[in-house]
């Protein structure tokens, strides 16, 4: 297993002025000032626009960022996965909310005692046998709050509205030991659609069917408290038209290469500012043109371009994977070059994926590391 | 931080009949009757070829791997960082051979410490100004054993044969408290290139600066004792020629998609078994053909195609990544279908980032959990 933070080489640079540039690499960056900057900027915007805000700790996985996040206004946090929902809930997080079903009978285990021991834990539902399960399993507990899950083009879980949305609503407002909490709509599918208008048009379509649902139930008198959705690609849509109670954006505390690549208010920038970073080290000079250093595939999530290198490289230089261990520096002019043990920082390609290949963030002020933050839910089951 | 894995979920599942099948998911699989094989057979090749074996722990990443390898007959275990170096080298590992420059003055520091402990412990150069570092900071210690690094092809470090490997060389040869052990030459270039005749002309080719400096040495009486690459793709092809002295193949031991696609041997098939797998369930049911899991991008390494479902699911289905933490299992035809809480099991599309994900390999025999592995050299720097 990977040894304590506390046993690790850069926990003795915490302090030490200009240790940023010291670190071992590769090593996860997170920019305080950027970082407060981005927790209070969309605090800020869900109070002006009335709205909930509940980030997704898939995003950070990090108990420490939960906490700001409540601190700042937030009503809890959403987790991908039950064992992150432990590590929050057992860190005192309120208002835990899991966005994926939570369906064996190990975990649902888990699940019922985890709800007696959290404050106001809901779990998403897209299947009447689960929500039987799950009734089933609450019998003599506390209990247990469920979203019904809402199909809005995403394609991944969550029942095809209206119909089988209204019988499971049904359904579970029929099940004694659940309580019917609201609905769950995430389109993940337009969220990083670059353009403002034309993610305005594709995501005003998908949620049609959540409309109709909520129709539905407006002239039924079955009350939808909450309406959870939306990510960092849509939260300035999401306000419009009066869906939606609250925001699941997680991206935005850190932001990526998808997010900056987005127009994501139609003003052409952003509110937000790249918080995270990945920094890498020279350990190659041996040919022309380019230098080795020591991040690859196992440092960076691929799959959404290359990293963007923001400082310590001479200007124009590009950063390309060579393999799991290895990047490459490219540079752009004869005489550009770089030393030996010399470091660079990257945006990464995508924030998620990435931070969970790390063990903790290296939290820095300026050129100095003041802090190491565990992530703290990643590596659980 | 993670848990200890005594502590997981899974844990109480060791020696429990069926078990397999039970497993809180994602979960690496590895199946110990191929994996014993693989290392097995490589063994035997290695031995029959009278090629040493210096198994790569970048794929691994596993002290418990590293000694099986180490008793079947291998000399050692490579490394691609000092961090996996010191974890190998303390939990025993004769023979490491770190694979990548060392240039910091912090990690050198760390390296002549471990240097001084460690039995058989070599590092690669491939810059004058790092060797005369190393040998700097070795006074007053061990030796300690080098090899020169050279480029053949895969374009990450090594210096530019022959000229520049012939100086760095005699430059290694001049340092008083180093030792010459070879040199190293890694084609990473052409490991997966699925033809063999095509992945053999390109060897070839890439392994003439090489062959070069070997017969400059030759004429000169430098002893090249070490001469050490190859990979999984090129080891039947690395014994041609009596260039190497040894062979680093890694993902031998586990395989995946990208070396299942290789004709290793020009038979047309491999000698290897895959004995490295992914578990995921079925959490959602929800649309027509198709089903959604709980692998998604966090749980495989990307930029290797999709994942091949081996067992669980109807004939045909594929398997396709639906964002950071889901999956999505499609059917061919009508009819075909699985339920909540059914789980499949893939071949991963690349080893090495895949593994570097998990904490622990879940071992099993047919379908029984018989231990959990630690995956001991992950997150450290």
């Not at 199909?151 to 029942?159: A, K, L, M």
């Not at 095809?160 to 993940?188: C, E, K, M, W």
């Not at 995501?203 to 139930?217: G, I, K, S, T, W």
């Not at 490289?313 to 060579?322: C, H, I, K």
């Amino acid at each position: 297993m990977a040894p304590p933070l506390d046993q690790r080489p850069n926990h003795k640079l915490i302090g030490v002025a200009g240790s940023r540039e010291q670190l071992a690499t590769p090593a996860l960056i997170l920019d305080l000032e950027a970082f407060e900057g981005n927790i209070a900027t969309m605090a800020a915007w869900a109070r002006e626009n009335s709205l909930g805000l509940r980030p997704h700790a898939k995003t950070h996985k990090c108990s420490t960022i939960a906490k700001r996040q409540v601190e700042a206004g937030a009503s809890g946090n959403c987790t991908a996965t039950l064992a992150e929902a432990e590590v929050l809930v057992d860190a005192g997080i309120p208002g835990v909310l899991i966005t994926s079903t939570v369906v064996t009978p190990d975990r649902i285990a888990r699940l019922i005692d985890l709800n007696d021991r959290a404050k106001g834990l809901m779990v998403i539902v897209d299947d009447t046998s689960n929500v039987d399960a799950l009734n089933a399993a609450a019998q003599g507990h506390d209990p247990l709050y469920v979203l019904v899950d809402i199909e809005v083009g995403c394609g991944r879980t969550g029942v095809v509205a209206p119909a089988a949305a209204i019988d499971l609503i049904d359904h579970v407002t029929a099940s004694p030991n659940l309580r019917f909490g609201g609905v769950q709509a995430y389109d993940g599918g337009v969220q990083a659609i670059e353009d403002f208008t034309e993610r305005r048009k594709a995501l005003a379509a998908d949620l049609e069917p959540l409309r109709q649902v909520l129709a539905d139930m407006e002239r039924r008198g079955t009350a939808v408290i909450i309406v959870s959705g939306g990510g960092t690609g849509t939260h300035d849509l999401d306000r419009i038209g009066g869906i939606f109670t609250e925001i699941q954006a997680g991206s935005y505390c850190v932001m990526d290469r998808i997010y900056n690549a987005c127009d994501l208010h139609g003003t052409g920038r952003t509110v937000f500012k790249t918080s995270l970073f990945v920094r890498t080290t020279v350990i190659s000079t041996a040919k022309k043109g380019f230098v080795i250093t020591d991040a690859g595939l196992k440092a960076f999530a691929t799959g959404s371009g290359d990293p963007v290198i923001v400082s310590g490289a001479p200007t124009g230089a590009t950063y390309t994977f060579m393999g799991d261990e290895h990047g490459r520096i490219t540079f752009v002019k004869e005489g550009h070059g770089m030393a030996l043990g010399d470091q660079v920082e990257c945006i990464v390609p995508h924030c998620d994926p990435t931070i969970s290949l790390y063990d903790c963030y290296h939290v820095v002020e300026g050129d100095t590391l003041v802090d190491i933050w565990p992530i703290d839910a990643r590596g659980h089951w």
